[in-house]
């Protein structure tokens, strides 16, 4: 059972344009929401996080929007670069040092 | 901080050869993680230890996976015997327990099982 499940599995953004990347849950027992960042080559990073205490977290670019209801959540990239192509994970856990569960990963091209 | 280290970084071997791979994970950091991606089922946890004690093995898909940490600063992963359907990058990751938050992630192992 996926308990985490992402779309799209790929996108293609013109520079410039909105990325929008979304993710589903269905432990409602999850309460810690990431975001991670993966270039070829490299291992996943910390891109933003939230928590479910508010439904919304912008840091620069990149908004991390909540919806507690509906057991969603979702990424947008402003302004997407051609240095933002990567692959984005959303992941979750509950507090107290379990592991993050993943989705599958959106690969994200931004083109000229 | 030289970050968590894996190695190697790629490893090509044929069926039935037995496969190690090393992590040592941030100085300071007391729990380890191991995953394995796939385009098929992206990030997969196959074991973590907390002071290098293991603590869910459910991950590992079958008898032919095994993984220790004999001390706080290694951990290895093993397959034996390797199929080539074991194919597949590696990774380690590491976080102090304290904080259930960033994950720190090493460059992986690339695995081809031919």
């Known amino acids: 059972q996926q308990q985490v499940k992402q779309s799209p599995q790929s996108l293609i953004v013109q520079k410039g344009g909105i990325s929008i990347i979304n993710c589903a849950y269905e432990n409602t027992a999850f309460d810690y929401f990431p975001w991670y960042q993966q270039f070829p080559g490299k291992g996943p990073a910390l891109l933003i996080a939230i928590r479910p205490d508010v439904s919304e977290k912008k840091e620069g670019r990149f908004t991390i929007s909540f919806n507690k209801s509906a057991k969603q959540f979702s990424l947008h990239i402003m302004d997407s670069q051609p240095g933002d192509s990567a692959t984005y994970f959303c992941?979750?856990?509950?507090?107290?040092?379990?592991?993050?569960?993943f989705g599958k990963g959106t690969r994200l091209s931004v083109i000229a | 901080d030289a970050g968590v280290i894996q190695s190697p970084r790629h490893e090509v071997t044929e069926m039935g050869q037995e496969v190690t791979l090393r992590c040592k994970p941030i100085?300071?950091?007391?729990?380890l993680f191991w995953y394995r991606q796939t385009m098929m089922r992206g990030l997969e946890l196959l074991i973590y230890f907390n002071n290098n004690v293991p603590i869910d093995d459910s991950g590992m898909p079958e008898d032919r996976f095994s993984a220790k940490m004999p001390n706080a600063s290694f951990s290895t992963l093993k397959i034996q015997p390797s199929e080539p359907r074991d194919s597949a990058v590696y990774f380690c990751?590491?976080?102090?327990?304290?904080?259930?938050?960033?994950?720190?992630f090493g460059s992986g192992t690339q695995l081809s099982v031919l």
């Open positions: 990751a590491s976080r102090r327990r304290e904080t259930n938050e960033k994950l720190f």
């Open positions: 992941a979750a856990s509950i507090s107290g040092n379990t592991p993050l569960v």
């Open positions: 100085s300071g950091h007391n729990s």
